[in-house]
């Protein structure tokens, strides 16, 4: 279940606490929500609010309270080198606020994500929709889960391959020409635009059939919904086909990847060229 080494033996006795943390932290993301906020810009020229330090600081005590001897990566701290990296046996993987430009644009479609990484692997992912407050969460062996305010807990499962129309989710936030090429080999689809780590949760829950990344992500962005979709039935690839891995380097990029709902379908035999997507945005 975890890594040799990692103080936690059961990944799926954290997830009440975790929903909660996620939860308090969707709370201070919307209490700055419903003022006039303002922007800043961090050196890639990603847009920065006070809610995505809000949350980060509020996951980074709950965390610290939750499990003292086990370490934080969040998009919003500073990085460690990977000399000090390559030592964890597991550590928490956090996004506080996934999706700041659908912030900014108000479209409510922003996350906050928290995942447990231990060998290489997310084995534990909590993803909470603030607006509307919905919340998907999943361990490894205790299945995918998603529950709306006032619901009941229902599992996620990921659908077989339709024969017909194929369901993809997309960035509202990014589209490239390496996307539209894909759409054009794919021929009879239906594009569901969809921003922050929703669209893994649009696989997850069976009503998309791929999400397809042809462009830089970083390790943050996809860790806590790869174990939903993974537990829903699905798989997150490289475009070789191989499972995405955390911590193996020292750059904190992802390369192109697949989610996709249907692991038996051959969907690499609609990837462009190789070469062709490598380095764009979607």
Known sequence: MSAEGCPITDPGALLDPLRELAREAGRRI???????????????????????????????DGLARLTPQVPVL????????????????????????????????RNGEFTVNIALIAGHESVLGVVHAPVGGASYWAARGHGAWRQSPGGRPERLHTRPRPAGRIT?????????????????????????????????CLVAEGRADLYPRLGPTSEWDTAAAHCIVDEAGG?????????????????????????????????????????DSRGQST
Request: charged share 25%; glycine share 6%; net charge negative.
């Open 30 to 60: 919307l209490e700055v929500y419903a003022t006039d906020f303002g922007v800043e810009h961090k050196a890639d020229d990603s847009p920065l609010t006070a809610a995505d330090m809000a949350a980060h600081h509020t996951i980074l």
């Open 74 to 105: 969040s998009e919003e701290s500073a990085q460690q080198p990977f000399a000090e990296r390559a030592a964890w046996p597991c550590y928490w993987l956090v996004d506080p606020l996934d999706g700041t430009r659908e912030f900014v644009k």
């Open 168 to 200: 993809i989710a997309g960035s509202r936030s990014h589209r490239s020409p390496s996307l539209e090429r894909l759409l054009e080999r794919i021929g009879d689809y239906e594009l569901i635009g969809m921003g922050s780590s929703l669209k893994f």
């Open 235 to 275: 798989r997150i690839t490289d475009l070789a086909l191989r499972p995405l891995r955390y911590n193996t380097k020292e750059s904190l990029l992802n390369p192109c990847f697949l989610a996709v709902g249907d692991p038996g379908h051959d969907w690499a035999r609609y990837l462009p060229p190789e070469g």
